[in-house]
């Protein structure tokens, strides 16, 4: 199965609540990442966390990383319509004899209702 | 309506020389990225920066420098440019509840 799974696959909120998303991984990685697609666009990254942090904030976005679980969550803060997108969480590992790769996981797509 | 700007379309370098692609928006934004754009790679991130004198290493940073010196303003520089740096280089910036606005791309060849 892919490096990254995302959970769950689809999640629908009302505006104003908060939104979490869950990654699970299954090798080592050197960071994790969070992307956003909108529908019919291309992917907007969102944040990046290390291997060796476990949790990073950037404006309504929290990211918590648990390497001992391989796993990570999204967490969106007073969610809006204009958040209503796909997110994907993308793990960053070391390739046997290939270059550093991102690996992106199914996605969960967020709804968000007004 | 451009919002991203970056300072070259296409730039044609020799090994070993200083290169900077500037890159400006417009927006206001916090966020900007650099990526480079390969055949059959796709996107790759080379450095972020969330704030003004902030900057974090992408997945590929190796060979590139940053520069933000002010919030409209993200700057990469190669410092020795060598043959495998050829690529296309964009920029982007965003604000973490917008889109992320990308510009035309640099076309750069490092002979």
């Known amino acids: 199965s892919q490096q990254g799974e995302e959970d769950p696959q689809a999640l629908s909120i009302q505006e104003g609540e908060n939104a979490t998303m869950n990654c699970s991984y299954k090798?080592?990685?050197?960071?994790l990442q969070w992307y956003r697609q909108n529908s019919g666009r291309g992917l907007v990254h969102l944040i990046l966390i290390r291997s060796n942090e476990r949790e990073k904030h950037s404006g309504r976005l929290r990211v918590t990383l648990d390497t001992s679980k391989k796993s990570s969550s999204l967490l969106i803060t007073a969610s809006r319509a204009a958040d209503t997108a796909s997110y994907f969480c993308?793990?960053?590992?070391?390739?046997?004899?290939?270059?550093?790769?991102?690996?992106f996981g199914s996605g969960t797509q967020l709804t968000v209702l007004p | 309506d451009v919002k991203v700007t970056q300072s070259s379309r296409y730039l044609v370098k020799r090994t070993g020389e200083k290169v900077f692609l500037e890159c400006v928006q417009d927006m206001d934004h916090e966020n900007m990225f650099w990526y480079r754009q390969d055949p059959g790679l796709g996107l790759r991130l080379i450095y972020f920066?969330?704030?003004?004198?902030?900057?974090e290493k992408g997945d590929i940073p190796e060979g590139y420098s940053v520069s933000r010196e002010k919030k409209e303003r993200f700057s990469l520089i190669l410092e020795s440019a060598s043959t495998n740096q050829t690529s296309m280089y964009l920029c982007a910036s965003w604000d973490s509840t917008d889109t992320q606005y990308f510009g035309p791309g640099t076309r750069l060849t490092v002979l």
């Open positions: 090798t080592s990685i050197n960071n």
């Open positions: 993308a793990t960053d590992s070391q390739g046997s004899g290939s270059a550093r790769q991102l690996t």
């Open positions: 920066s969330y704030d003004v004198k902030m900057k």
